[in-house]
């Protein structure tokens, strides 16, 4: 009897040391992850500032502003088709000089900025005076020339709102 009891309390002892095994590896999984998730912390945090804003509020590259200013003009008249979009990329590259590859991502980053605002002339103030304090007035009277030659470009029914597109973004450049 007294060997099975002995027996009994080792068994016990053993589970009570697996069970506490156990625990210690789940508290320190636990650990591990809170470190990783404070560790995290910075990026889910620029990345809740950034999703909380509208589309043209998250451009930092001023290429990228041009572009979706550029999209913009075009998506006025109508929704662009693939050799509007060909020949915007094509304009757009040699206004910055970058290969034609680069350039139509820009033009597709521009135009899913664009793509958030029900009307593209929502976002021309933003934009425009973001372009005349990071580049100049001189850039932007060159990318309002291609402004106005991918909107002439693009068939549609939307001439006046081209034009006024356009006005709009040489007042608020002061290039008008």
């Excluded at 095994?21 to 999984?29: C, F, G, W």
């Excluded at 404070?38 to 041009?66: L, S, T």
């Amino acid at each position: 009897m007294h060997i099975i009891l002995g027996l009994l309390s080792v068994l016990g002892a053993i589970g009570v040391i697996i069970w506490r095994i156990h625990a210690a590896s789940q508290a320190a999984r636990e650990i591990a992850d809170a470190a990783g998730e404070f560790a995290n912390m910075p990026r889910k945090m620029r990345f809740r500032h950034k999703a909380g804003k509208r589309g043209v509020d998250v451009i930092d590259d001023p290429r990228e502003a041009a572009a979706a200013l550029v999209y913009g003009a075009a998506r006025t008249k109508g929704d662009p088709g693939p050799e509007d979009k060909t020949i915007m990329a094509r304009r757009l590259a040699e206004l910055f000089a970058i290969p034609e590859a680069e350039a139509s991502e820009f033009l597709a980053r521009g135009a899913w900025h664009m793509g958030a605002l029900n009307d593209p002339v929502n976002g021309v103030n933003k934009l425009a005076d973001r372009l005349v304090r990071e580049v100049g007035r001189d850039a932007c009277a060159s990318l309002l020339a291609v402004m106005t030659e991918t909107a002439d470009a693009v068939e549609g029914p939307g001439a006046d709102q081209a034009l006024y597109y356009t006005r709009k973004f040489a007042e608020r450049t002061g290039l008008r």
